[in-house]
């Protein structure tokens, strides 16, 4: 069955630049995570949705960052400005339902910031 | 939120059985353990949960003592295609909360 999917695979941008990274969740899950990986590090928590509703933002960095699920499904997460310091991957995830540890992850968004 | 500690690599060869070991001495009555394994370039996955004793599924088996103090994530027959990171965590099933805290994991390596 389809997983959670991540477009695009692989992001370069300029410093500077804005970039916007797409997440389509499983149909039907309520969760939807955002989280970033460093290299060699395991992936932070970003933000948090339940459907539309956007329930935890702490771990978001900056102001820089920025992310929606305006109908509940598909998220984007922006970020603007991009910094070299931005270049990870960002991983997206979803489950059934709120607090389920069981989580499906997409295969991330690799971004180099240059 | 429980702090885990775990080896930061292991290495093992094909056909054995490898047992990674997570320490976490401040686990709170409500939480449980939760294994994730990550393939490079790609999203961790769920391996196994358990609460207390003894769960086993068709990819691993996690035992915890009474204490719970620790676990032990057991892969049994190794094979090159386990070669992977391995995440333990640690905390409450149904949180309002909802987000999974990752350490840096063990890095396991197998070896033909």
């Known amino acids: 069955g389809a997983g959670v999917s991540q477009s695009p695979r692989y992001k370069v941008a300029k410093r500077g630049q804005d970039v916007a990274l797409r997440c389509d969740p499983i149909s039907g899950h309520v969760s939807l995570f955002w989280y970033q990986q460093a290299l060699g590090q395991g992936p932070e928590f970003l933000t948090y949705f339940q459907n539309e509703a956007q329930l935890d933002k702490s771990g978001l960095p900056s102001d820089r960052f920025f992310a929606e699920r305006p109908e509940g499904s598909v998220s984007t997460l922006k970020i603007q400005r991009t910094q070299q310091e931005d270049s990870a991957v960002y991983l997206c995830?979803?489950?059934?339902?709120?607090?389920?540890?069981?989580?499906?992850f997409g295969p991330g968004t690799r971004l180099t910031v240059l | 939120l429980a702090k885990t500690t775990q080896p930061i690599s292991m290495d093992s060869y094909e056909g054995q059985e490898v047992n990674i070991t997570c320490s976490h001495n401040?686990?709170?009555?409500?939480?449980?353990i939760t294994w994730y394994q990550q393939f490079p370039s790609q999203g961790p996955r769920f391996i196994i949960q358990?609460?207390?004793t003894k769960v086993t599924n068709e990819v691993a088996s996690l035992f915890i003592p009474a204490d719970r103090k620790s676990s032990t994530l057991s892969l049994p027959r190794v094979s090159l295609s386990d070669t992977a990171v391995y995440y333990c965590?640690?905390?409450?099933?149904?949180?309002?909360?909802?987000?999974?805290?990752f350490g840096r994991g063990t890095q396991l390596t197998v070896w033909p």
């Open positions: 995830a979803s489950s059934l339902s709120r607090g389920d540890n069981e989580q499906f």
């Open positions: 401040n686990i709170a009555t409500n939480d449980y």
């Open positions: 358990g609460y207390k």
């Open positions: 965590l640690v905390g409450p099933q149904g949180s309002t909360l909802g987000r999974l805290y």
